[in-house]
């Protein structure tokens, strides 16, 4: 009862304030057009008002990011499932089955699920935030210690290597690439500089924004532009038809699952929404009956993705405001608002600002039912882009994606980087090998080897340690048992013949 | 039965090089940390471990199985990869390796015309490196730009796919020196152009439309600094776009 006055008392402070009202409208609106606006996405808009949030109450700041937040993560599904364009990492998986979607002339449906599933992602992961916030925080943060974290990554990349390319073997060899990416620059205990070759760009490391705007957006430009040149380049279809309740109420079982893994995985520092979005679509392509026709245009693929990522949205506000821990680029971003403002995320602001908290936490719920209302008008809109002739819409997705990767870090060479990865990225597609292998592998390459050294010091450098860790050794055994067993498949088991959904939309990934 | 082909092996081959490549280079930062006794080396070194077995794992599985290899969850998604494109071939793939050179050699103008051979037909007391307060710089870089432009039309005369993954490395190593501003609209008409585009009232209408577009938005409302170049007169173009609309 206590939480359900303290939700009311969130809601009137936020409605009963025209500043609060307008700030809101614009963080929904905002968040969901840049994270469909091809390549930018809710960061760049965060980036740019950061500094702006200094005239604002802290209260305002921090309820501003968490709404751009939600929305921005709904957004990116919008480029993922309309042009192979992920707005975020964590609309990566979205994109493997609502690209192909789009190509068979069912971008509506995609969209309307993205819509739907995130918002009731969204929507059940703040209700369990508000009821759950001190609880979890307190279970997670003392079960999950480095160790724990480490295993997770461990799991959540086996698990990622059984799908996503043609054979465990790519898929395995594309997650491998994506961390040797990940170890160019400094070690993250040491600060030594690793295969920088004299080259002072390299010494900071490969930034993942080029990166994945080039082995997504930039390649997918490729592979049409190649099938144009060939003559098999076939305009997508255009359709404004959403999925029926029936249509979802089939996958209740994966939104339910996608809302656990997604929380759970949202609530572990530097884990989040990709993580989730990852683990929420490969664990709907395990348990699903058409297990190999995941990738050529399941709807369950689009729908597990963006629950889970959604999800993981207000499971992320968890570590941030009760231990003052950020899971990802936009919740460290802010800290950084909370900083402004000088204050200190953390224990301390549930008691120093309750009204802080309950404001946020009102407007995450409205944010997520928002996505409703809005982004169904928006994706009926938005959908048309279809329309636009492809030798036109080239151009202006890879000007976009220059603007995205040159506004990150100021630098040129970014966008170098972004095209020699498109270019790498079109090979390697035509060669089986998952692109978004590559990508998780680099984003979590880092958390990955963080984790591990941590992992180790604290076990006193022996593994055995993992065994007096019952979460760990659960994780490690279980990853373990994914890889041997698609190593037993590859070698022991008669290869399935290839089944009839192999149309032209199938070269998504 | 062996269902190897030569694509398989070169697969492998790339990979196993890749592995020597980067262990090689692992000895350049393997120094002890103090408080933490595996070093930088562990990690990097356990991986490429693990894509030398991958890689290995791969070829045997191929071996055995042929391209039908362990499919995977998503193997259906790639089924048409590279089976019904009219590209491929020993000489395609060497013709796009050249074309996508070009670029980088712009990138090392400096190097390249601080070579011995080179410099005999450089005048006396000119700056190889190029600096950007020399005002010998522009016309050199200028004269590069065009000859590299002429070598990259020449060379993708007949191989289309391949001059549309390489105009964009162009486009952007070009950047620093050009700017956005005077490249962007050269660029959105050699796309339109490679995507089959030939009417030159649409390109005449949609580039200006484009590019209108993108510095409305970027430039205009949310004053995102775009590269202006640093070679007269793209420079002073640049720059004069910035202050008309900001």
Known sequence: METFNNFLGGTAALFGDPVGIFIFLGGVIGGMLFGAIPGVSMLTLAAILLPFTAHLSPEHGIMLFSVIYCTGVYGGAITAIL????????????????????????????????????????????VIMMFATAAIADWAISAFGPPEIFALVFFGLAVAASVGAKTFWKGWL????????????????????????????????????????????????????????TGAYKAPKLSVDFPTFKELWAHKIAVVRSIIIGFFCGILPGI???????????????????????????????????????????????????????????????VGVFQMHDMEPGPLVFLNSPDLVWVVFAAMFFANLSILLVGFLEAKTIVNLLRIPFQYLAPMILLLAT??????RGLTIDIVVMFVAGVAGFFLRRSGYSVAGIILGLILG????????????MLHFEFSGFLSRPIALGLLIAGAITIFGSIYGAFFKKQPVPTAAQDDSAQSL | MNRLNISHKIEVAFWLLLVGFFFYHSFEFDREIEIYKYGATLWPRTILLL????????????????????????????????????????????????????????????????????????????????????PGSGPVKITCAVVLFVAYLIISWRNHVGAILALPIFFAALLDDFGFYALAPVF???????????????????????????????????????????????????????????
């Open chain 1, 446 to 457: 880092k958390i990955g080897e963080q984790t591990f050294a941590q992992a180790m010091q």
């Open chain 1, 83 to 126: 042009f192979n364009i992920p707005g975020a990492p964590e609309n990566a998986p979205t994109a493997f089955d609502g690209y192909p979607m789009t190509l068979q002339g069912k971008a509506g449906k995609a969209v309307g699920a993205a819509v739907m599933c995130s918002a009731i992602g969204g929507t059940v992961s703040c």
């Open chain 1, 272 to 334: 989040g929404a990709t993580l989730a979005a990852f683990m929420g679509y490969n664990e709907a392509a395990r348990w699903s009956k058409d297990r190999l026709k995941f990738g050529t245009g399941q709807i369950e693929g689009v729908i597990s993705s963006e629950t889970a990522n959604n999800s993981a949205t207000g499971a992320a506000m968890i570590p941030l405001l009760a231990l003052g821990l950020p899971g990802g680029a936009l919740t460290a971003m802010m």
């Open chain 2, 51 to 134: 894509i030398a077995l991958a890689a290995i794992g791969q070829l045997l599985d191929q071996r055995k199985n042929g391209d039908r290899s362990s499919s995977n969850t998503m193997a259906a998604a790639h089924e048409d990869s590279a089976q019904d494109s009219e590209i491929g071939g020993l000489p395609w793939y060497l013709n796009t390796f050249v074309l996508l050179a070009i670029p980088f050699f712009y990138m090392n103008l400096s190097a390249l015309l601080s070579l011995p051979v080179v410099q005999p037909f450089l005048p006396e007391g000119f700056n190889a490196a190029l600096p950007v307060d020399d």
């Open chain 1, 403 to 408: 603007v995205g990767a040159y506004a990150v």
């Open chain 2, 188 to 246: 959105i008409i050699g796309v339109m152009i490679l995507m089959g585009e030939r009417r030159i009232t649409r390109m005449a209408m949609i580039m200006p439309l484009i590019f209108g577009l993108l510095l409305a938005f970027f430039v205009s409302l949310l004053y995102v600094g775009l590269p202006t170049g640093n070679v007269k007169p793209f420079y002073t173009f640049g720059n004069w776009i910035v202050t008309v609309l900001q």
């Open chain 1, 174 to 229: 594309s997650i491998m690439a994506g961390l040797m990416i990940a170890v160019v620059g400094l070690d993250p205990v040491g600060g030594i500089e690793r295969y920088n070759f004299d080259m002072p760009y390299l010494a900071a490391g490969i930034h993942f924004i080029p990166t994945i705007l080039g082995f997504f957006a930039v390649s997918e430009i490729f592979v049409q532009a190649e099938k144009k040149a």
